[in-house]
Structures are given as structure tokens and as C-alpha cells.
């Protein structure tokens, strides 16, 4: 479904806005240097890992999971292995989508493109003021994630 005009330019506000926060924590603490990524559901965290044994921590929140073998996009707020409280973001865009008649934001599962999971994912951020959005390989599906305030420590040797 296309959007309006009002719409589009959203959409492309919301891309940017989220290019610029990337851009931000890649410069401010290596965000597109990351070796490793781990999230615990039950503690709605996320652990970024760099090679020189920083691990960057934030709140985590799941927007949904992007299956690229049949290119469908499952949101978080009606996803089986989400947690209710780590899909607070993704509800927020489903109220969104409902308010504003927004078909794919108010559909359970959906046939998008990659593009499309990042927008969903941009939406996410800006609609819940996150720090970032993140996309992780979980060996298969994508995981398409907001994050809050991030805090850097060091491993103990």
C-alpha cells in the first residue's frame, strides 16, 4: 500500500534520522566495528563485543525478524519468541499504523523487501525516542532491533 505524501516524507525522515544515529555510534564508540552481538530477552539487554574486549550495553527492544528466504518481515508485538516486554517498540508502531491506516504496520507478518525492515526499524526509533536501531544475523532470520543509552565496559582478562 503507498503511502500519502505526509507519509513518505515520515518514512524518509525517519530513515535519516536514524542514518544520523549510526553514523553517531559508529564514530562515538565503533558501532559498524562490532565483533560480536547478544541479546537476553529476560533482561531486555544488548551486548555489543569489540575486539579489544569493550563490550558496549544497551536496553533492547525488538522490532521484529526479517526471514530472507521468503522475504517476509514478522513484527514483534505478535511474534512467538518476543517477549512482551521487549516489544514495547513494535507496539508503538502498531498504534501508529492504526491510527494512521498504515496496512504493514498493522499486519502480523508481511512480504517486504530488507529496505522495507529498516524503515520499519527507523519508525521504531523515532516513535520511541531509541538511541538506534540494530539488525543482528541470528543464523537465518534477521533481527531487526531498537536500543537505549549505551554503556561501554571492559572485560576482565
Known sequence: MPFNKNMQDFMVQSMEG??????AHSEAWGLDRVERWDVDLESGTISFSFKDGTVAIAPVQVVGTY?????TFLWGW?????PEAVAEHAKQVLTFGREHHIENFMTRKVTCTEAEAWEFTAVAVRLAGANGGYRGDAGGPLVYMTFGEVRLQRQKE
Do not use: K
Open 18 to 23: 536514524l542514518r544520523l544515529q549510526q553514523q
Open 67 to 71: 526471514n530472507p528466504e521468503d522475504s
Open 78 to 82: 505478535d511474534h512467538p519468541s518476543i
